[in-house]
């Protein structure tokens, strides 16, 4: 089946501009992640979705990230007045949720964004 | 404070010898998975073996097994018979109890397989 699919695979924008990211999930998978990884480092958390649960925010690494998940589904992540900084590639996953289960992550390929 | 240490950035391996990478953690938690993930130059990210924190024994998913010492918190990853596709930074994560399945990232080990 499909996997984890994310758009667009690449963005260059301008400093201060918003832009979107967006995140479809494996059918059938009630949890979605966000994650960020800044050139030869590791993954960093950003944000968590699960079923009809407040989403996880704590990663969030400033109010001007945001992100939502429609009908439980696809999700969009946000980030306004974009800085040099937040130049990283975006990777978002999705797992099942289950009583003794790996829950293991399926991730995507990632958004490559480039602020200049 | 980190969670998830790796103190290896970069490893050599000999194709077809076994190799060790590293992965130590902290947790107060008493129920946490531990996961190690493969990511190739091409930048997926591809799950390899999972050891939750009762499990009595070790995980192996065929030439990955884990080497789980909870008194110690370390939870190595071993490859046996190391091919040139292992080439690849490895990551080991860990994801706590308390109902949040968020992971925790370790710095990763580049590790290079010669021929």
């Known amino acids: 089946g499909a996997g984890v699919s994310q758009s667009p695979s690449n963005k260059v924008t301008e400093k201060g501009k918003d832009v979107e990211l967006r995140c479809d999930p494996i059918s059938g998978h009630t949890a979605l992640y966000w994650y960020r990884q800044s050139l030869g480092q590791g993954l960093e958390f950003l944000i968590y979705f699960q079923g009809n649960s407040a989403p996880d925010k704590s990663g969030l690494p400033s109010d001007r990230f945001s992100a939502e998940r429609t009908g439980g589904s696809v999700s969009t992540l946000t980030i306004q007045r974009t800085q040099q900084e937040d130049s990283a590639v975006y990777l978002c996953?999705?797992?099942?949720?289950?009583?003794?289960?790996?829950?293991?992550?399926?991730f995507g390929p990632g958004t490559r964004l480039t602020v200049l | 404070a980190q969670k998830i240490t790796q103190t290896q950035p970069g490893m050599f391996v000999q194709e077809k010898e076994a190799v060790t990478l590293d992965c130590t953690y902290d947790t107060s938690d008493p129920s946490y998975g531990l996961f190690w993930y493969k990511q190739p130059s091409s930048g997926e990210m591809i799950f390899l073996i999972y050891q939750g924190s009762y499990d009595q024994q070790n995980a192996t998913e065929g030439r990955y097994s884990l080497n789980f010492q909870k008194a110690r918190k370390s939870a190595n990853l071993v490859i046996s018979a190391s091919q040139l596709g292992d080439s690849a930074m490895y990551f080991c994560a860990m994801r706590e109890g308390g109902g949040s399945y968020k992971l925790i990232f370790g710095s990763g080990t580049r590790l290079l397989v010669r021929p």
């Open positions: 996953a999705s797992s099942l949720v289950t009583a003794g289960g790996y829950n293991e992550q399926f």
